[in-house]
């Protein structure tokens, strides 16, 4: 039976409902932009270059204009030309002569030196004519890169959102993944809520954004099936974002430092390396994720990271080209097949801009080298000699920058390198761990490890010589005293309060020691004793500073100093019935109920005078009968006490000993 009534949906079906803009992108890549994994594709890395560091560096130094051509010169050679030189067709390998016809207004700045005798490196201006007594020190430009590091760091946000990795002495990564997802959140709030269904594999709603302002970023051309008339996607939101985070740290690199770099933004670690060396100087390159195949394409693949050398050169004879455009024509198959699975999957991948490696955070030193070629070489152990120890130096005084004077880093080890003709031999030794470290250390087992060289075999002439220290450790944190293991209460709540703040002054470095406190904890512990045996309300110990006074002040008062200093023997104990007792320590005669209670008293003396430094008390620590432990002294009162043979009322014509 049919109804007569026409059908009418429940919901209506708005028109507009089916063109809904969508992102290609879920709340689930969003979730995984905030934990920076390299596996979203919302992902952002930035790399950091500096411009001709070493010449930047020098010039900075030097105080000279930037426009001004200037070169670093290491003996005849040069290892660094500015840009403004460049301009003049300089380049590397170029000679001294040459660089001086083509660019007659250029400054050739010799580099550092240590040299035999120096407390520290220095800038010598003969010293490209003592290569033979000198040795090239790169210290001046590692403590400006420091420096440049820490402004990188002032101006992120602070760990675990800011993520930093020190590439090289003028390289740094920066993985704005986190401070990015949080900065959409901000200005976009439609996608800070939860996914709809609260299903994370909902796609994102487009962004509102129809055209982006890049400033005066150098964009890579969109691949060819890509135009800029597309409306931009969250990857390209983040891409903005990233550049103008890496705009405000390159203006606070040449504002607070006058260093200028240059940088790459990219999806990944291997896209912005080789995008911060596409437009330089001073400025910075945008690889969007639609531009990756176009940017790829213009390169030769021994360019790559891990692509040059002899796997490059064995690509090249296997495949007839060294261009990634023509390489990409290669299927997976063929690359497995004439270069191994392995390595035919890792090109596969790395030549289409795919690559999963982490921005390593970790930026501490993991060892130090010091070496030199000797031309001409050397032919005795002095002159070996004398060379480990500007390598000592030279590695100490990074050791003290490191902070091994404040126990906060120390290696483990020492290594040894030694060439003589084409053979390299090399002895290691620990370094001892269980005092402080300094330069004659050092020095020594170098020259121990010399002779172990020398003593194996032939080691003249010496071509080569290096020393390196490594295996670093962490000093030990929040140590305390031993006082603080006799205090309770609110004064230990105090104590570790102050150990605490202690350490963080000094940025986790391990506390010096505290200088010794004349109320300290084991004196107060001993003053509570003392009150509780009911002697006296004072304190056991003196205030004087003086070990002396204080051992005097603890000699009670009806016994004179001749006869403290008497001997005393065994025989001049108690005897058996007997109603006094003479003690072994001291010619003090004490009624025998008040033996123990004297006994408690020799133990405290010993107890301050050992808090105070003074070791003459510790002679008497076997003698017999002495309490073990403050604890115990305590006991042996509550037991007399509690036996009945507590402290006698004091009779007629006496008067009772003041001890302490």
Same mark, same amino acid.
């Given at each position: 039976?049919?109804?007569?009534?026409?059908?009418?949906?429940?919901?209506?079906?708005?028109?507009?409902?089916?063109?809904?803009?969508?992102?290609?992108?879920?709340?689930?890549?969003?979730?995984?932009?905030?934990?920076?994994?390299?596996?979203?594709?919302?992902?952002?890395?930035?790399?950091?270059?500096?411009?001709?560091?070493?010449?930047?560096?020098?010039?900075?130094?030097?105080?000279?204009?930037?426009?001004?051509?200037?070169?670093?010169?290491?003996?005849?050679?040069?290892?660094?030309?500015?840009?403004?030189?460049?301009?003049?067709?300089?380049?590397?390998?170029?000679?001294?002569?040459?660089?001086?016809?083509?660019?007659?207004?250029?400054?050739?700045?010799?580099?550092?030196?240590?040299?035999?005798?120096?407390?520290?490196?220095?800038?010598?201006?003969?010293?490209?004519?003592?290569?033979?007594?000198?040795?090239?020190?790169?210290?001046?430009?590692?403590?400006?890169?420091?420096?440049?590091?820490?402004?990188?760091?002032?101006?992120?946000?602070?760990?675990?959102?800011?993520?930093?990795?020190?590439?090289?002495?003028?390289?740094?990564?920066?993985?704005?993944?986190?401070?990015?997802?949080?900065?959409?959140?901000?200005?976009?709030?439609?996608?800070?809520?939860?996914?709809?269904?609260?299903?994370?594999?909902?796609?994102?709603?487009?962004?509102?954004?129809?055209?982006?302002?890049?400033?005066?970023?150098?964009?890579?051309?969109?691949?060819?099936?890509?135009?800029?008339?597309?409306?931009?996607?969250?990857?390209?939101?983040?891409?903005?974002?990233?550049?103008?985070?890496?705009?405000?740290?390159?203006?606070?690199?040449?504002?607070?430092?006058?260093?200028?770099?240059?940088?790459?933004?990219?999806?990944?670690?291997?896209?912005?390396?080789?995008?911060?060396?596409?437009?330089?100087?001073?400025?910075?390159?945008?690889?969007?994720?639609?531009?990756?195949?176009?940017?790829?394409?213009?390169?030769?693949?021994?360019?790559?990271?891990?692509?040059?050398?002899?796997?490059?050169?064995?690509?090249?004879?296997?495949?007839?080209?060294?261009?990634?455009?023509?390489?990409?024509?290669?299927?997976?198959?063929?690359?497995?097949?004439?270069?191994?699975?392995?390595?035919?999957?890792?090109?596969?991948?790395?030549?289409?801009?795919?690559?999963?490696?982490?921005?390593?955070?970790?930026?501490?030193?993991?060892?130090?080298?010091?070496?030199?070629?000797?031309?001409?070489?050397?032919?005795?152990?002095?002159?070996?000699v004398k060379w480990l120890r500007i390598f000592v130096a030279d590695i100490f005084s990074r050791l003290v920058e490191e902070g091994v004077l404040a126990n906060k880093r120390r290696p483990k080890t020492i290594n040894l390198h030694h060439r003589q003709g084409g053979q390299m031999r090399s002895r290691q030794a620990p370094i001892p761990s269980g005092g402080p470290l300094d330069e004659?250390?050092?020095?020594?087992?170098?020259?121990?490890?010399?002779?172990?060289?020398?003593?194996?075999?032939?080691?003249?002439?010496?071509?080569?010589?290096?020393?390196?220290?490594?295996?670093?450790?962490?000093?030990?944190?929040?140590?305390?005293?031993?006082?603080?293991?006799?205090? +309770?209460?609110?004064?230990?709540? @105090?104590? *570790? /309060?102050?150990?605490?703040?202690?350490? %963080?002054?000094?940025? #986790?470095? $391990?506390a010096e020691k505290r200088p010794k406190n004349e109320h300290g904890a084991i004196q107060r512990f001993l003053s509570r004793q003392s009150t509780n045996h009911g002697d006296s309300d004072e304190d056991i110990t003196s205030t004087h500073s003086n070990s002396d006074d204080v051992r005097d002040s603890l000699i009670p008062?009806?016994?004179?100093?001749?006869?403290?200093?008497?001997?005393?023997?065994?025989?001049?104990?108690?005897?058996?019935?007997?109603?006094?007792?003479?003690?072994?320590?001291?010619?003090?005669?004490?009624?025998?109920?008040?033996?123990?209670?004297?006994?408690?008293?020799?133990?405290?003396?010993?107890?301050?005078?050992?808090?105070?430094?003074?070791?003459?008390?510790?002679?008497?620590?076997?003698?017999?009968? +002495?309490?073990?432990?403050?604890? @115990?002294? *305590? /006991?042996?009162?509550?037991?007399?006490? %509690?036996?009945?043979? #507590?402290? $006698?009322?004091?009779?007629?014509?006496?008067?009772?000993?003041?001890?302490?």
């Amino acid at each position: 039976m049919s109804s007569s009534q026409p059908f009418v949906p429940s919901s209506p079906i708005s028109p507009s409902a089916g063109h809904l803009r969508k992102s290609r992108f879920t709340f689930k890549n969003l979730a995984q932009l905030a934990l920076s994994s390299t596996a979203c594709p919302l992902c952002v890395i930035a790399h950091i270059d500096l411009d001709a560091f070493y010449a930047q560096c020098e010039g900075v130094r030097l105080g000279i204009a930037e426009d001004q051509p200037l070169a670093v010169q290491q003996w005849q050679g040069l290892i660094a030309i500015n840009y403004p030189a460049r301009k003049f067709g300089l380049g590397r390998f170029i000679t001294i002569t040459e660089a001086k016809k083509l660019c007659p207004d250029i400054i050739l700045q010799h580099v550092a030196t240590w040299r035999e005798g120096d407390a520290k490196w220095a800038y010598h201006e003969d010293a490209f004519a003592h290569i033979a007594t000198h040795k090239v020190s790169l210290d001046p430009y590692r403590l400006e890169s420091r420096r440049i590091l820490s402004t990188i760091k002032d101006v992120l946000p602070p760990s675990p959102i800011q993520r930093v990795e020190k590439a090289s002495v003028d390289e740094v990564f920066l993985d704005l993944s986190a401070q990015i997802h949080s900065i959409l959140l901000q200005r976009y709030p439609e996608i800070s809520g939860p996914a709809p269904y609260d299903d994370p594999t909902e796609c994102l709603p487009r962004p509102p954004t129809t055209a982006l302002d890049w400033n005066t970023d150098a964009l890579v051309d969109l691949d060819n099936d890509e135009t800029e008339d597309d409306d931009p996607d969250w990857d390209d939101i983040a891409m903005l974002v990233g550049s103008e985070i890496v705009r405000s740290v390159r203006a606070a690199i040449h504002e607070r430092l006058k260093y200028t770099c240059s940088a790459g933004i990219a999806r990944n670690k291997m896209i912005a390396k080789l995008g911060s060396a596409h437009k330089k100087p001073n400025q910075q390159t945008i690889v969007r994720n639609r531009a990756v195949q176009q940017f790829m394409g213009s390169f030769k693949f021994t360019k790559i990271r891990n692509l040059g050398g002899k796997l490059g050169e064995d690509i090249v004879a296997k495949f007839g080209t060294e261009e990634v455009r023509e390489l990409l024509d290669v299927s997976l198959p063929q690359l497995k097949s004439k270069l191994g699975d392995d390595t035919g999957s890792w090109v596969y991948e790395i030549i289409r801009g795919e690559d999963s490696s982490e921005v390593n955070s970790r930026t501490q030193i993991k060892s130090m080298l010091s070496a030199k070629s000797f031309r001409p070489t050397i032919n005795s152990y002095d002159q070996a000699v004398k060379w480990l120890r500007i390598f000592v130096a030279d590695i100490f005084s990074r050791l003290v920058e490191e902070g091994v004077l404040a126990n906060k880093r120390r290696p483990k080890t020492i290594n040894l390198h030694h060439r003589q003709g084409g053979q390299m031999r090399s002895r290691q030794a620990p370094i001892p761990s269980g005092g402080p470290l300094d330069e004659n250390i050092l020095f020594e087992i170098a020259k121990n490890l010399l002779g172990q060289v020398i003593v194996d075999g032939r080691a003249w002439p010496c071509s080569n010589l290096q020393l390196s220290v490594g295996g670093f450790e962490e000093g030990p944190t929040g140590n305390r005293g031993i006082g603080g293991f006799l205090v +309770r209460g609110d004064e230990a709540k @105090a104590l *570790k /309060r102050d150990s605490e703040d202690h350490v %963080s002054d000094h940025g #986790g470095s $391990r506390a010096e020691k505290r200088p010794k406190n004349e109320h300290g904890a084991i004196q107060r512990f001993l003053s509570r004793q003392s009150t509780n045996h009911g002697d006296s309300d004072e304190d056991i110990t003196s205030t004087h500073s003086n070990s002396d006074d204080v051992r005097d002040s603890l000699i009670p008062p009806d016994v004179s100093r001749d006869a403290q200093q008497a001997e005393c023997h065994d025989d001049q104990a108690q005897a058996p019935g007997s109603d006094t007792y003479t003690c072994i320590d001291c010619p003090k005669v004490v009624p025998a109920i008040r033996r123990e209670e004297h006994q408690d008293w020799h133990f405290a003396k010993s107890v301050a005078a050992a808090d105070k430094g003074d070791e003459s008390h510790q002679a008497w620590s076997a003698s017999e009968g +002495r309490p073990k432990d403050p604890t @115990a002294t *305590k /006991r042996l009162g509550a037991s007399k006490i %509690s036996a009945g043979h #507590g402290p $006698r009322r004091v009779a007629k014509g006496q008067s009772r000993l003041a001890f302490g």
